[in-house]
């Protein structure tokens, strides 16, 4: 038989430790939902603006591609003319890490660096 303070402290004990266990598996649960509610939204948001982002980084690309195609030293395909003119290139288009021409054989003439 237990004593009349063991089974007040076990009374007390299982008062306190049950509704804190249960209070932390029903807040465990609803973050769990919340958190996955806003990451399946912040995906969809995100595959969203995907395309667009696309379309403006080919646009972005066709623009340096037709500025530096009129472009005289890029023209004459000199090695000696066209590296300036790629390493001010891969300056204003700091997207772009490697700027580089070929020649029909596809044999690299120059790039924006070694």
């Given at each position: 038989m237990l004593s009349t303070s063991l089974r007040?402290?076990?009374?007390?004990?299982l008062a306190v430790t049950v509704p804190i266990l249960i209070a932390t598996l029903v807040a465990n649960l609803y973050a769990s939902k919340e958190l996955k509610a806003?990451?399946?939204?912040?995906?969809?948001l995100q595959a969203n603006s995907l395309p667009g982002n696309v379309v403006h980084w080919?646009?972005?690309?066709?623009?340096?591609?037709?500025?530096?195609?009129i472009q005289p030293e890029i023209i004459s395909m000199d090695p000696q003319q066209q590296k300036p003119?790629?390493?001010?290139?891969?300056?204003?288009?700091p997207h772009i890490y490697l700027v580089s021409t070929i020649d029909l054989k596809g044999i690299n003439i120059a790039r924006n660096f070694l």
């Open positions: 007040f402290t076990l009374v007390i004990f806003e990451a399946e939204e912040k995906l969809a080919d646009e972005y690309l066709i623009k340096a591609l037709q500025n530096l195609s003119i790629l390493e001010k290139m891969a300056k204003v288009y």
